[in-house]
């Protein structure tokens, strides 16, 4: 059976746009979060939620959220261009070692992750420098933004090729023809954070008198043809070439980390560089408008994604389907159907060793809330987005490090 949209709230419109959900597994929060951002004025036609739905900070995770004239950073949110990355080598699952644990320290040691930062800039000049003259644009306009990170020009250069923490990772998987993958999932780190939460800020102290009554600080926007508007959009747009280049750079580092381990191989797919936080000028029904997706990918007809399980499940390699009802979007993940704090207290270290078995994964107390319990069920999520994307590789995971 194909599943599309499962529930509509605010149907008739009469109170702002239509809210379309692909699944009835919405939390009450998440429906109250929705039904207030389904009542700004500048959304264009209606709000698309994803499967993988969640209460999220500012804004719903799944959704996606196109809007005219206007854009609400907070529902870009901090991890600005956080995304995923992943590509298929020439090895074969039997050509992987019995103990993946070297393979898992040599990519530890090459990678720095949670907090940490290189200890010298390894990204090339080629890739820097365009960056940096770009910031300078940036920074010379808001000063302040180099208050809020410190030592800040050597900091977003040395975290360029880094992890970060909470749910960001590194995997080595297998796919259903035994084909080995590495995948990573990462954003804009330190300093796309920043930008983040600088313009949010400032968001939220400019006046919203453009579009009328805005029903949760959050919401604030900023309109089109303002000075903090055209501002916004250059950072953003920065820090998702930041995160694609991250991941870019920490896909380069893990390949020269596992190389010595493994037979000689050669990458056999276009490698796919997806983000799933961000916001960009698309064309839908006849307009051009700014989508932003808040934990969504896009997935427009015959454009590759990524689709990750939680620890221990399975991740998807998807074709997208160009739905015009979702904005040409699809999930990011499982979502989680718990929070950080909730999960802590439910589960213990021994359920997540039971839980991450067959994989080479960090199982100590600290990553507890990152257990597969806490997520919803991927198999579930994916039956419910049949009309948006097709499946093209099924993979597991073997190796997992967490931040």
Known sequence: MKMSIQMILNAKAEYGVPVKIYTQDVDHESLIQLRKMAQLQFIHSHIAVMPDVHLGKGATVGSVIPTKNAIIPAAVG???????????????????????????NVIERKVPVGFEMHKQVKAKASTLSPLDKKLKLITDKHPALKRMLRNFDSTWQKQLGTLGGGNHFIELCIDENDDIWVMLHSGSRGLGNVIGTYFIERAKKEAQHRFGHVPDKDLSYFAEGSTNFDDYVEAVEWAQEYAFENRREMMRLILEAIRPLLPSFQMTKEAINCHHNYVQKELHFGEEVFVTRKGAIRAGLDEYGIIPGSMGAQSFIVKGKGNPESFCSCSHGAGRKMSRSKAKNLFNQQDLIAQTQGVECRKDKGVVDEIPSAYKDIHQVMANQSDLIEVVHTLKQVLCIKG
């Open 78 to 104: 901090v991890d600005i261009g956080c995304g995923m990355n992943a590509l298929r080598i020439s090895l074969k699952a039997g050509q992987l070692p019995d103990n993946l644990s070297s393979l898992r």
